[in-house]
C-alpha cells in the first residue's frame, strides 16, 4: 500500500486533485525532480469505452554511481468507474530508460471512497508487472527488478498524503516527494550486469541468425546449382 488517507474533501474534490491536471500534479512531479510534464484530458477513446489520458514526462534517475539523468516514463491511465460515492483508475507506467525498462510495466491502482460528508478515502496499491516475452527471466533477477521499482515508489509517494491534504486544506504544500526512482547499490549493478548479459545474448542470437541465413542461401545455392 503506497497511500491509505482520508482527507477533508467530496469525491468530486479528490478526482480533480489526483486524477486531473492541476497545482498537486505539478508539484509532485516538480518534487521529484522531473522535467516536461504533459497531461492529456480524459476522454473516451472509443463510444462505450473506458476514460482515458495520459500523462508523460522525464523522470529523473537517481542511482549510486550513476549521475542523475532524465528518461522519458508515460502513463497511461484508465478509470473504470466513477460516480458521486467514489471512483477507481488503473495508471500503467513504463520507463522504458531505466535497466531493464523494457522488460516491465508498473501498476498503479487509485479507489476514492466517501467517508462522510466532506470526507473521502483514497487508498493506492501497486505491482510490477513482466509481459510474457520480458527478456528479464533469470532466477531471482525479476525479484530484484521489482524490489527496486516498489522501493522508489514507496520514496516518492511517502509525502503524497500531506501534499494533498495540504491542497484540499488550504495550507502550504510543504512535503518534499523522494526521487522517483531509486536503487541500492547492489540491486544496481546487478541490473547493470543483466543489462550487459541481455545486450551480450542479443548480440549472439543476431550474429547466429545471420550464420543461419548465410548456411540457406549457400545450400540453396547448391541445390540450386546441381
Known amino acids: 500500500m503506497l497511500v491509505d488517507t482520508t482527507i477533508a474533501a467530496t469525491v468530486r474534490a479528490a478526482w480533480r486533485e489526483v486524477a486531473c491536471a492541476g497545482p498537486l500534479a505539478s508539484t509532485f512531479h516538480a518534487a521529484r525532480g522531473d522535467a516536461d510534464l504533459v497531461c492529456t484530458g ?3 477513446p472509443a463510444p462505450g469505452a473506458p476514460l482515458a489520458r495520459c500523462v508523460s514526462y522525464a523522470a529523473r534517475v537517481r542511482a549510486p554511481l550513476v549521475a542523475p539523468r532524465a528518461t522519458p516514463a508515460a502513463e497511461a491511465w484508465t478509470c473504470a468507474a466513477r460516480s458521486d460515492s467514489g471512483w477507481t483508475a488503473t495508471v ?25 460528508p466532506r470526507a473521502c478515502r483514497l487508498r493506492l496499491v501497486a505491482s510490477v508487472d513482466f509481459g510474457p516475452g520480458s527478456a528479464v527471466g533469470l532466477p531471482g533477477i525479476r525479484s530484484v527488478v521489482s524490489k527496486a521499482a ?5 520514496a516518492s509517494y511517502a509525502g503524497y498524503p500531506r501534499l494533498l491534504a495540504a491542497r484540499v486544506g488550504g495550507g ?8 522517483s526512482f531509486a536503487l541500492a547499490p547492489g540491486s544496481m549493478l546487478v541490473l547493470l550486469l543483466v ?3 541481455l545486450a551480450v545474448a542479443l548480440a549472439q542470437h543476431a550474429a547466429l541468425a545471420g550464420e543461419v541465413r548465410a548456411l ?3 545450400l540453396a545455392s ?4 546441381d
Open 42 to 44: 480524459w476522454r473516451r
Open 172 to 179: 502550504p504544500a510543504t512535503a518534499v516527494a523522494p526521487p
Open 222 to 225: 547448391a541445390i540450386g546449382g
Open 216 to 218: 540457406r542461401a549457400a
Open 92 to 116: 500503467v507506467i513504463a520507463t522504458p530508460g531505466v535497466p531493464c525498462g523494457d522488460s516491465f510495466r508498473v501498476r498503479l491502482a487509485w479507489a476514492c471512497a466517501r467517508a462522510g
Open 195 to 197: 543489462a550487459v548479459l
Open 150 to 154: 516498489m522501493d522508489g515508489l514507496r
